[in-house]
């Protein structure tokens, strides 16, 4: 209900020009405002607000002028709340907490003056607070109204105009699969939301981990069995072995004994939740996406962690660290432990056929586990060498390790999703604990960071891309769907049977986005043979030049790529193209093979569709070739390909349209 009445909603609003301006204006002026704009994302904003009309939504022009005009009326407010309030605004939140906002605006206002308002528009950690401290600073109307007018007319493109390509990216991958569309979508919002925890949760632990830390340990001091622990985690003066072996104990104990208590009530997975999500990814499998993710996935393979963590644990015996060595080694030897433990004591069952030939299960993941181990503690060791200011940065890198890795072997189906985030959680809690031991146990020098990242780096990519070299292609097979072969008799086909076969190409949900009108029974050579000898042609391939060709705004068709189109998961399996006389059009016949063969011979069965293609020029910066599927094709188009073949003609679900069976 409440995404219809989304959509719904969108759908008013960008029918009624009007209110869409009118909330562009205020968009624009509320993420300029000073207390507001600090809130508000407003790079996200201009961003989504440019895929809007890189998709054509939204006309750009009137977007441009109208978020422009926003923004100046947003800074221009935020200048008169400085000048009037002046010092006052350090007393309102979010400046009483956060006193750096002010004093960093300050600073880069004396250092760039009056350039700073120009400058500070595109400057992410003053672009909200600048305009009000060139107010405090009693900066003129005049001087303040040029920047900002100036400074506004570049802003709006630089933010709109990665949003459009974006947009225009979609639609030229929603023409090849919706579901491709909301992967993409899925992985921007998965990444924004791992970026936005990251560095909030950061900061809040930075601003009050020292008192939380100092607190507990003075109430846990004379309390029998937690103040032994705390003092062994905290004082410097104590070793912290005891204490963490004890942790250890405690919390994969507890672990265990809340799975099997929910076993016990017969709670078992996977859950409905589980089930559904597992059924939602594979509905979004498309062969580019399983492709990435397949990629994504090796990365936090045994063979990829166990080389990355030998060569930190001899750079830092290198470097002389023993304190991070052990550490580091506590890291290690608690996700091998939950390796070994879980799957022995807390096995599960993989969701698909492609863990076939693997090891086994667990809940939680001790796959999650062992890599927010690793990722998360080595981002532990090389923060503790960055200034504070910027150590979320750090946090945020290993982060974007370990989330993308987790989704991976998610849509893939090698995961529940609720041992992942059991083990993604479990694997946080024992980074936390060791992290506060080693920086209440550490020496006052820092591990050397620059060097530490460079080698870490080196032993990812370099065990990474070895693992990947050798096992890519087999990791690609094993996690493949396995589809069910399926026979039919050529006379039963011929007579009914092609009503069973699939009649329009579906897409995501199950939307039906073209018409098939070919079933041909034969093999794949014959077909292209065939086609060839009436003028079809083999589809111009996409590359990196033709792709690049989508960039001019004057390129002919023969020039641009054909891309590829999902039906069911599947990529088409044979793509040809016809030129005729008009320079700016051709037909494109695309034909899948849908696992159906013929009973006595063995030969597939393919099903195809016939599309018009034409230039179409976007706001003079894209030139796509687009299908139109409802041009339906001559009947002289194909007939010479099929001469002396066996062909029949059927009326399918689609009454305006009929469907050609042909067979040798």
């Known amino acids: 209900m409440h995404s219809e009445f989304v959509t719904a909603l969108f759908a008013w609003v960008t029918a009624h020009p009007g209110w869409m301006s009118a909330f562009i204006f205020f968009s624009a002026a509320a993420e300029s405002l000073t207390i507001i704009g600090v809130i508000i994302p407003g790079a996200l904003v201009m961003f989504s607000l440019g895929a809007l009309i890189g998709l054509g939504h939204v006309e750009f022009w009137s977007a441009y002028w109208w978020s422009a005009l926003g923004a100046v009326v947003g800074d221009a407010v935020s200048f008169w709340i400085g000048r009037v309030f002046h010092q006052g605004i350090r007393r309102v939140w979010p400046f009483t907490t956060h006193p750096e906002m002010i004093t960093r ?35 003129s109307w005049r001087s303040f109204m040029i920047a900002n007018v100036v400074s506004a007319i570049l802003w709006a493109p630089a933010y709109l105009i990665p949003g459009m390509a974006f947009g225009a990216s979609l639609e030229i991958a929603s023409r090849v699969a919706g579901r491709l569309v909301v992967l993409i979508l899925i992985v921007a919002v998965v990444l924004w939301l791992t970026a936005w925890l990251v560095k909030h949760l950061v900061r809040l632990f930075q601003a009050h981990a020292t008192d939380w830390v100092q607190r507990f340990y003075a109430w846990s001091q004379g309390r029998r069995f937690i103040g032994p622990i705390s003092a062994s985690l905290l004082d410097p003066a104590r070793g912290e072995l005891r204490g963490l072996a004890t942790l250890a104990m405690l919390l994969l104990g507890s672990v265990v004994l809340i799975s099997l208590s929910l076993n016990a009530a017969g709670k078992h997975l996977p859950s409905g939740l589980d089930q559904s999500l597992y059924h939602f990814f594979q509905e979004l499998r498309t062969p580019w996406a399983d492709a990435l993710m397949v990629f994504t996935a090796a990365l936090g393979d045994f063979w990829v962690i166990l080389p990355l963590s030998l060569v930190v644990f001899c750079w830092l015996i290198w470097q002389q660290r023993p304190v991070a060595a052990w550490h580091w080694l506590a890291a290690l030897g608690f996700g091998m432990a939950t390796n070994l433990l879980f799957k022995l004591l807390l096995p599960v069952s993989s969701p698909t056929e492609a863990a076939q030939g693997m090891m086994g299960y667990s809940f939680p993941s001790s796959h999650a586990t062992l890599n927010t181990l690793v990722f998360g503690f080595l981002g532990v060791l090389i923060a503790r060498g960055v200034p504070i200011a910027r150590r979320w940065m750090v946090y945020l890198g290993a982060a974007f390790l370990i989330v993308p890795i987790a989704f991976a072997r998610l849509y893939l189906g090698m995961h529940w999703l609720t041992d992942t985030l059991a083990g993604l959680c479990l694997g946080l ?87 098939f009108v070919l079933q041909w029974a034969g093999t794949r050579e014959d077909l292209k043979k065939r086609l060839r000898e009436t003028g079809w042609e083999a589809a111009p391939p996409p590359n990196l030049r033709s792709v690049l060709l989508w960039l001019s705004p004057q390129v002919e068709l023969r020039e641009l790529p054909v891309l590829p189109q999902i039906h069911d998961g599947s990529e088409d399996d044979l793509t040809m193209v016809y030129y005729i006389n008009e320079p700016n059009t051709r037909w494109v016949l695309r034909f899948w093979d849908i696992n159906l063969r013929l009973k006595d011979e063995g030969q597939p069965i393919w099903v195809g569709s016939v599309s018009q293609q034409k230039l179409e020029p976007r706001m003079s910066l894209f030139t796509l070739a687009v299908d139109d599927p409802q041009t339906r094709a001559p009947a002289d188009l194909l007939a010479p390909a099929w001469e002396g073949l066996r062909t029949r003609m059927v009326r399918g679900s689609n009454p305006n349209e009929r469907i050609t069976l042909i067979v040798d």
């Open 429 to 515: 809690i024992w980074v936390t604990v060791l992290g506060v031991a080693y920086n209440s146990h550490a020496t006052a020098v820092p591990v050397r960071w620059r060097g530490l990242l460079a080698y870490s780096a080196i032993g990812l990519l370099g065990a990474g891309l070895i693992h990947v070299s050798l096992h890519y292609r087999a990791d690609l097979e094993r996690y493949q769907p396995r589809p069910v072969m399926r026979t039919q008799a050529r006379d039963y086909w011929l007579r009914e049977g092609w009503r069973q076969l699939p009649q329009q190409r579906m897409d995501f949900r199950g939307n039906r986005r073209q018409d």
């Open 105 to 139: 605006s300050e600073e880069f206002f004396r250092k760039h003056g009056g350039k700073g308002v120009l400058f500070g528009r595109f400057f992410g950690p003053v672009r909200g607070t600048i305009p009000t401290v060139a107010g405090m600073m009693d900066m």
